[in-house]
């Protein structure tokens, strides 16, 4: 069944009222009293929607990964670029996401490695859903990869699969790094180390 206009505009406004919260303050410190309040929706709106904290997690992880596609379609995906480009114009954008969080007073890092450190140990369901995100952000880069591989831009020896694991893991540490330090340097610098390797690649 559809939802109606006005019960998808209170889901929406639980969503971002969560995802906000979970952002600054992680999963364990927000309690759904917190959420309904700053949603203002009453407790009867927020379970019609979400039937616990969990669910409303998972779904949290799902709005915001279809936001950031979305972004990321519009700015980097269709721009007519080498896959190569397309690579680093990824990488660029994360880090401006990064750098917006710094200015306006806190980074907060990656929303989905915050889950993964958080509860992928205890709870099998957003492990789940947080290895479905990571996985489609892998088969990305490995696509541009191939694509790179194909048209002469990076040498066939390179291994796009595994090499795609290489730059998701080095980004995310580097953000892992931005959000202790609270400086977003260590973002740029992997940018660079991955363009430079892969220009001598």
Known sequence: MSLSDKALATRERILTAATELFYLNGYHATG????????????????????????????TLEWQFEKVSRELQT????????????????LEFMAARQKQQHEKGQICGC?????????????????????????????LIEDLLQRAVEEGQIKKSLDPARFAAVVLGQIEGAILLDKASQN???FETSIEFIRQYLKAA
């Open 75 to 90: 700015q980097v995906l269709t721009k007519d670029s080498t896959p190569l480009d397309t690579l680093i114009a990824l």
């Open 32 to 59: 759904l009293d917190k959420v309904i309040r700053r949603a203002g929706v009453t407790k009867g709106n927020f379970y019609y929607h979400f039937p616990s904290k969990e669910a409303l997690a998972i779904a």
């Open 111 to 139: 929303y989905f490695g915050n889950f993964t450190l958080e509860l992928s140990a205890a709870s099998p369901q957003v492990r789940a859903k947080v290895n479905e995100i990571f996985s489609r952000y892998l088969g």
């Open 184 to 186: 977003p340097v260590h």
